[in-house]
Antibody, heavy 122, light 110 residues
């Protein structure tokens, strides 16, 4: 069974750096075609894609946020870490990690975590 | 970069058919596959259509997807509406190596 779970602080102060961890099970991020994405959703608003890391360590970032984001993986721990610098109240959102499979025979974004709510406030 | 534009909301009665559009602002809608996600309140999104018109296992055939090159848009059609279909729906595609989501459509079944 494939699962992903996000963890991190529920509250951060403006200007601080946010570090979120996605801990997954049921697959290996070293398997060809596997990716883990981070997506966020401000309260009552739309989904926004943030970043992705691939099985071969390739990374991709949102054009509008790439100067603030860093994504990395620890294959041995089955974890993907996202850092976002210089947090602002507009970054208040539920942050999701989601598995994406590009060589599969079904939907690419097949498994999502439950999401973790992050509030940015002083 | 391109944008995917969806209507903010649609509503229809149970048993009827509704179509939600997703218009690509630049480039061809056929350049990259379109996925559709359903999101119920308090839950993570789930895929209802992938690769323009494919249904994941477990998604009823009341859900269908298509693309229209002439209008440069994708569409999600839900027939035989049920109250359980009431949710937010998001289209998604790819812009080279990045992921693009539409602004979402709130479907009300009343």
């Amino acid at each position: 069974q494939v699962t992903l779970k996000e963890s991190g602080p529920a509250l951060v102060k403006p200007t601080q750096t946010l570090t979120l961890t996605c801990t997954f099970s049921g697959f290996s991020l070293s398997t060809s075609g596997m990716r883990v994405n981070w997506i966020r959703q401000p309260p009552g608003k739309a989904l926004e894609w943030l970043a992705r890391i691939d099985w071969d360590d390739e990374t991709s970032y949102s054009t509008s946020l790439k100067t603030r984001l860093t994504i990395s993986k620890d294959t041995s721990k089955n974890q993907v870490v996202l850092t976002m610098t210089n947090m602002d109240p507009v970054d208040t959102a539920t942050y999701y990690c989601a598995r994406e499979t590009i060589f599969g025979v079904s939907e690419p974004f097949d498994i999502w975590g439950q999401g973790t709510m992050v509030t940015v406030s002083s | 970069n391109f944008m995917l534009t969806q209507p903010h909301s649609v509503s229809e009665s149970p048993g009827k058919t509704v179509t939600i559009s997703c218009t690509r602002s630049s480039g061809s809608i056929a350049d990259n596959y379109v996925q559709w996600f359903q999101q119920r309140p308090g839950s993570a999104p789930t895929t209802v259509i992938y690769e323009d018109n494919q249904r994941p296992s477990g998604v009823p055939d009341r859900f269908s997807g298509s693309i229209d090159r002439s209008s440069n848009s994708a569409s999600l059609t839900i027939s035989g509406l049920k109250t359980e279909d009431e949710a937010d729906y998001y289209c998604q595609s790819y812009d080279s190596i990045t992921v693009v989501f539409g602004g979402g459509t709130k479907l009300t079944v009343l």
